[in-house]
């Protein structure tokens, strides 16, 4: 192979996963647990949205972060019933670390719950 052909293969390669990263970047995130867990994660703005199915039941989270506060809202219901429905705002915005980490320790709450029913 001649050096100008490397060199474009180098490229195509490296512009292809950019590309892909970005692409991953935009869609949701669907997590599959060992117990038929469904685990969608969805950016929203500055902040994330995660659902959590298993069967008839859902859980719900969102963090809403605006330059000025943060709000969460969190929801649990079976069928058509809610179990929890409450929210808390935050007087400042919230980190992408803080938002990551909330969201983690969320679904590793769900997942601890879920296997305990």
């Known amino acids: ?3 100008r052909s490397l060199f474009t293969l180098r490229i195509s390669t490296l512009l292809g996963i950019a590309g892909l ?3 991953l970047l935009t869609i949701p995130c669907s997590v599959s647990a060992s117990d038929n867990l469904h ?3 969805t950016k929203k703005g500055l902040g994330k949205e995660v659902v959590i ?3 008839a039941r859902e859980w719900f989270m ?3 972060v605006t330059p000025e506060n943060s709000v969460v809202l969190r929801q649990e219901k ?3 019933t809610y179990l929890v429905d409450e929210s ?3 007087d400042r915005p919230m980190t992408t670390g803080e938002v990551d ?4 320790d969320y679904v590793n709450s769900v997942k601890t719950r879920a296997t305990k029913e």
Not at 101 to 104: L, Q
């Open 1 to 3: 192979m001649s050096r």
């Open 21 to 23: 990263g970005m692409g």
């Open 39 to 41: 685990i969608e994660i």
């Open 53 to 55: 199915t298993q069967g």
């Open 62 to 64: 969102l963090i809403e």
């Open 78 to 80: 079976v069928h058509d």
């Open 88 to 90: 808390e705002t935050h």
């Open 101 to 104: 980490a909330a969201i983690t």
